[in-house]
């Protein structure tokens, strides 16, 4: 079964961020999103790399869907990952080719990393999801990201052990996380979505 998200608009605030004045930590409302159809969302960021085999796995054992904001110059490493992340039903998100922070790059070297890692991505998908390294996005990019027909998927929680979670729920952990904890974090997910 698929299931379809529909996406919402909900007022966001994240840790650090200072206000929509913040030429760095700009957040446009055209961007900030919520799940709205009774599920929670995953999202793990920074792969694929060498764990992303075993959340996979215990993705399908607690039968949860996720979304994986990838890495262009990892993803070329383990095109296989990206396939089975497809067709297990999951979702492919680009999180730029090196990671690449808006404060240490220009915004064409940044646009050129996002265009690069979407070209990877659309073998396997036609998701323009986007999720920019460490939340940072500036008004500029903001606009470019829209005009070139990208969505802005942020999170509402953060990936710690012990997390409150809530129905519509996008919740940010990464494939170098303690997969040790993992467990832990996924019968979270499964109680608050029974």
């Given at each position: 079964?698929?299931?379809?998200?529909?996406?919402?608009l909900?007022?966001?605030?994240?840790?650090?961020c200072?206000?929509?004045?913040?030429?760095i930590?700009?957040?446009?409302?055209?961007?900030?999103?919520?799940?709205?159809?009774?599920?929670?969302?995953?999202?793990?960021d920074?792969?694929?790399?060498?764990?992303?085999s075993?959340?996979?796995?215990?993705l399908?054992?607690?039968?949860?869907?996720?979304?994986?904001?990838?890495?262009g110059?990892?993803?070329?490493?383990y095109?296989?990952?990206?396939?089975?992340?497809?067709?297990?039903?999951?979702?492919?998100?680009?999180?730029?080719?090196?990671?690449?922070?808006?404060?240490?790059?220009?915004?064409?070297?940044?646009?050129?990393?996002?265009?690069?890692?979407?070209?990877?991505?659309?073998?396997y998908?036609?998701?323009?999801?986007?999720?920019?390294?460490?939340?940072?996005?500036?008004?500029?990019?903001?606009k470019?990201?829209?005009?070139?027909?990208?969505?802005?998927?942020?999170?509402?929680?953060?990936?710690?052990?012990?997390?409150?979670?809530?129905?519509?729920?996008?919740?940010?952990?990464?494939?170098?996380?303690?997969?040790?904890?993992?467990?832990?974090?996924?019968n979270?997910i499964?109680?608050?979505?029974?």
């Amino acid at each position: 079964m698929i299931r379809i998200f529909i996406i919402i608009l909900i007022p966001l605030l994240l840790i650090g961020c200072q206000s929509n004045n913040d030429p760095i930590n700009y957040f446009s409302q055209n961007h900030m999103y919520k799940m709205e159809d009774g599920t929670i969302l995953p999202t793990f960021d920074d792969g694929p790399n060498e764990n992303t085999s075993y959340i996979l796995d215990k993705l399908k054992e607690y039968n949860i869907k996720a979304a994986f904001f990838i890495i262009g110059r990892n993803a070329e490493k383990y095109p296989e990952i990206l396939q089975r992340i497809v067709n297990e039903g999951h979702y492919l998100g680009n999180h730029t080719y090196n990671h690449t922070r808006i404060k240490s790059s220009s915004l064409f070297n940044l646009e050129n990393e996002i265009i690069q890692t979407q070209n990877i991505i659309s073998k396997y998908t036609i998701l323009k999801w986007f999720r920019p390294p460490c939340g940072e996005i500036s008004m500029e990019m903001d606009k470019w990201l829209y005009d070139n027909g990208y969505t802005v998927v942020r999170w509402t929680v953060g990936g710690s052990t012990s997390m409150d979670l809530k129905l519509g729920d996008i919740i940010l952990m990464h494939d170098h996380d303690n997969m040790s904890e993992l467990d832990l974090k996924l019968n979270q997910i499964k109680n608050a979505m029974n």
